[in-house]
């Protein structure tokens, strides 16, 4: 009720969109771990990436609506709402928040229309939780260019991104930093990981990086320690929350999805045996929820960062 007119129309013709492109067809790549490239062309024309973002060809449109448009696509496929929101929330909002004015004019415009793909690679086969103090990737600053090296885990889009916003740790003054890698830079490669069985489409790469060399001008050169992959973090972890401080964004994480986790069960039982069925959908719709209920911060850790928040005492193990 809180949209206005003309943001209530664009979120119908999302929903329009979801019923007649995708619905019909998301099945069958569900089932076969396939994403489906033949909508891109299709999601282009929707023009929902950064939608929320200011200045840059971007839209400045408020955050709730941004957030009804990711419930939008998750109605239909919450792998489709991973998609769009690695591209245009944790990979454009790494160079909104953190890029330069040059790096924000060059590269925004281009992801807005999805001329170019992105991803977004923090955590580590190691590494998840605890990235804020222990990421192991490295950088270093050789000349005029930067020597990347590590592994970067579950990498959402990865395996057909044009850049994928790569964090790692200066073995000079131990701070985290973020650069924009480009798919064909040498040292960078991908492997897919298989055999998932929650957000199937979602295409996540485990990615190597072998001494993989990039240019000053692709580091993000206002990301200067964790705390700037926070900002980009907070503002993804909850949507519509994300106007809200981090123990809120937090909490809302953890009750949304426990909440999802509940419901997708119960829809399963609603339907008896039809309800492992793909055809009656809600048997990907309860493979799916795991995968919402760990990232962008497991329930233990956000309900720890609310705990901390409240009592003023950390829990962490
Ligand atoms: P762990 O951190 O190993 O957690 C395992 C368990 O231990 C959890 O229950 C956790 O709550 C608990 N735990 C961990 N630390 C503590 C602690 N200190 N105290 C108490 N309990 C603790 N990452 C990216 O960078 N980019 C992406 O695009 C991306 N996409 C993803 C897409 C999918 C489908 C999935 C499944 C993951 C994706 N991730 C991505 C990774 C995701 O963010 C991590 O899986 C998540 O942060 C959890 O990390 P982990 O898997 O290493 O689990």
Request: proline share 2%; net charge neutral.
């Amino acid at each position: 009720d809180k949209l206005p007119e003309k943001d209530n129309k664009l979120r119908l013709k999302v929903r329009e969109f979801m019923e007649k492109n995708v619905k019909p067809i998301i099945n069958d790549y569900w089932y076969r771990d396939e994403f489906p490239h033949e909508l891109i062309p299709k999601l282009k024309e929707l023009d929902i990436c950064g939608l929320s973002y200011k200045g840059y060809g971007c839209q400045n449109k408020s955050n709730l609506l941004d957030g009804v448009v990711a419930a939008e696509l998750s109605r239909i496929d919450p792998s489709l709402s991973t998609f769009i929101g690695v591209h245009s929330g944790l990979s454009m909002g790494s160079i909104y928040l953190c890029g330069s004015e040059e790096q924000k004019d060059y590269w925004l415009p281009k992801m807005r229309n999805m001329e170019v793909l992105g991803a977004f690679g923090l955590t580590e086969p190691l590494v998840g939780s605890g990235v804020a103090g222990g990421l192991t990737t490295t950088c270093e600053k050789k000349g005029d260019k930067w020597v990347l090296n590590g592994q970067k885990k579950w990498i959402g889009n990865s395996t057909f991104s044009d850049i994928t916003i790569i964090w790692a740790r200066d073995i000079n003054d131990n701070q985290v930093k973020g650069f924009i890698v480009e798919k064909d830079n040498i040292g960078f490669s991908v492997e897919k990981i298989e055999g998932k069985v929650s957000l199937k489409i979602v295409q996540n790469g485990l990615i190597t990086l072998d001494n993989c060399i990039i240019e000053e001008k692709n580091r993000l050169q206002n990301a200067n320690s964790f705390k700037d992959t926070s900002k980009v973090l907070k503002m993804t972890r909850a949507g519509v929350a994300c106007r809200m401080k981090d123990e809120q964004a937090s909490l809302a994480k953890v009750w949304i999805t426990k909440a999802m986790r509940r419901l997708v069960s119960t829809g399963r039982e609603l339907f008896g045996g039809n309800g492992i069925l793909l055809e009656y959908d809600i048997a990907k719709y309860m493979a799916d929820a795991e995968a919402l209920y760990s990232y962008e911060g497991t329930a233990q850790i956000n309900e720890l960062i609310v705990g901390r928040s409240i009592t003023g005492k950390q829990a962490f193990i």
